[in-house]
């Protein structure tokens, strides 16, 4: 298997090769969400407004449109009972409404992030197809808006490139955000290039942004992993306006807010991470940064098989002082350090028990498990008064009790990996993609949260055609990114 990208089930039912070809060429319901009410939620992720947390998930290996890799993202629908295989909606640049069409190896769905771009209270979809062809560009790369609504995520807009010949694949980070401070809705875009741009707040369906902002940044440009590989938001200094972090193979750079937009702050951590996450851990008020290192090991200590550290937010921002890393070496958390395990492959944040502490899902996609090389497995990791702790982790793989399937070589159990509450019961549940399961047809799973934290009770799990996904020879990788992961 190759090395993930980022940096995030068995089958209950196979649906006939023609209705999956009608699902992505015409975007439809394979099975119709319950009716949003008429004042909807405002939740960021909550595509058709019934107050419910949805979950986004690409599988940019997909054939749609009858072309493979063409690309297609898959919304499961959050409601009383959770996530479910029934209530989803699968789209692709086949899907009616939406721009472009469906080309052999765009690979849409390739990156995913969520918010409420037009204020309408619906949250919206943003996919990035990094390997995209534009106007004669090869992988000059596009982003395009899936527009939520009362019947979930329907249309799209597409979000122009700046700078197209500065730079390839643009839409392979992106991040959602207020970075201005007037309010609104932010969205930012990275490429291979040094540039980065963020998109203003006050956008509509038929125009897009309200403006655009320019942010030069001190990553290295280039072929990828070049550019800015990761974006992250939060509000690191508690002043009310987003900061944005950039991260490429040189290291993680940290912009703080401003109405005449990000200025650098501070490097949080050097060389190529794989993924990053940010929560306020320890409810000081400032927002937490993550960040995976999942292929290096932490200088003369041990942790060969990978790391996470959080930097922590101060008044400054992202603090220059205060950090704890984890790993398997570290106390409390289950497993043992092996060389290239890449724990800190995918990272989330949300609150699995309820006590308003955010906790940390970090996953090892090349972890072997019995005698499966590669199989994968996820840790929980707890949020507390003095931040993160490894005491009182939880692990979870296909071997684990109550976690459907069964651990399997180069499964990559965690290749993405999401925190939400999709059943407004106050405890995020825990989501688990694994781009390779069944020889890459890709899977996901489902795990509630509880007063314990993430509980195997009532998992649930489901793969790529089962969501309306077509393989046709082709690799779907269903699960190799979760909006939000």
């Not at 939620?41 to 058709?48: H, R, V, Y």
């Not at 943003?126 to 004669?136: A, Q, R």
């Not at 290295?220 to 944005?244: I, M, R």
Request: aromatic share 6%.
């Amino acid at each position: 298997m190759s090395r993930p990208r980022h940096k995030s089930f068995r089958r209950p039912a196979v649906l006939g090769a023609t209705v999956v070809a009608a699902a992505l060429a015409g975007g439809l319901i394979i099975a119709v969400p319950g009716s949003a009410s008429a004042a909807p939620s405002g939740l960021a992720d909550d595509f058709n407004g019934d107050g419910y947390r949805d979950l986004a998930t690409g599988a940019p290996g997909a054939v749609a449109g009858g072309k493979a890799k063409a690309g297609a993202v898959v919304v499961n629908y959050g409601s009383s009972s959770g996530v479910s295989a029934g209530r989803h909606k699968a789209t692709s640049q086949s899907s009616a409404g939406v721009p472009g069409a469906s080309e052999a190896s765009d690979r849409f769905g390739t990156e995913l992030a969520h918010g409420d771009l037009n204020d309408d209270g619906y949250g919206d979809l943003v996919v990035g197809t990094p390997l995209e062809d534009v106007s004669g560009d090869a992988d000059g790369g596009s982003v395009t808006i899936l527009w939520g609504g009362s019947s979930g995520l329907s249309g799209g807009t597409t979000v122009s490139d700046p700078n197209a010949s500065g730079h390839d694949r643009f839409g392979q980070s992106l991040a959602v955000g207020d970075f201005t401070g007037d309010g609104k809705t932010d969205l930012v875009v990275g490429s291979t290039g040094k540039d980065v741009w963020i998109f203003k707040g006050g956008f509509t369906k038929a125009h897009g942004a309200a403006g655009k902002l320019r942010l030069d940044t001190q990553v290295e440009s280039g072929a990828y992993p070049n550019g800015a590989v990761h974006l992250a938001a939060g509000d690191f200094d508690d002043d009310g306006t987003d900061d944005v972090v950039v991260s490429s193979s040189k290291g993680n750079y940290v912009y703080r807010g401003a109405p005449t937009g990000p200025t650098l702050q501070t490097e949080a951590g050097q060389g190529y991470a794989s993924a990053l996450t940010v929560a306020d851990f320890d409810r000081d008020g400032h927002d937490d940064l993550v960040v995976g290192t999942d292929s290096a090991s932490i200088g003369d200590q041990t942790a060969e098989g990978g790391y996470v550290t959080v930097f922590y937010g101060d008044g400054t921002g992202v603090s220059t002082t205060r950090s704890a890393t984890f790993s398997q070496a570290t106390a409390g958390v289950p497993g043992a350090d092996e060389s290239m395990d890449l724990f800190g492959a995918a990272l989330a944040a949300g609150d699995v028990n309820g006590d308003e502490y955010p906790d940390l899902a970090v996953s090892a996609v090349f972890e072997t498990v019995g005698s499966a090389s590669h199989a994968g497995n996820v840790w929980v990791l707890r949020g507390g008064a003095s931040g993160l702790t490894g005491t009182g982790a939880q692990s979870f793989h296909q071997g684990t009790e109550g976690v459907p399937g069964a651990n399997e070589q180069s499964d990559m159990f965690g290749t993405a990996v999401h925190l939400t509450d999709h059943d407004k019961d106050g405890r995020a549940d825990l989501s688990v993609g694994a781009g390779g399961e069944n020889s890459d047809d890709g899977a996901a799973w489902v795990l509630r949260g509880s007063t314990k934290g993430v509980t195997t009770t009532g998992a649930v799990s489901f793969g790529a055609s089962a969501v309306g996904i077509g393989k046709s020879g082709d690799d779907p990788m269903f699960g190799d990114v979760m909006s939000g992961s």
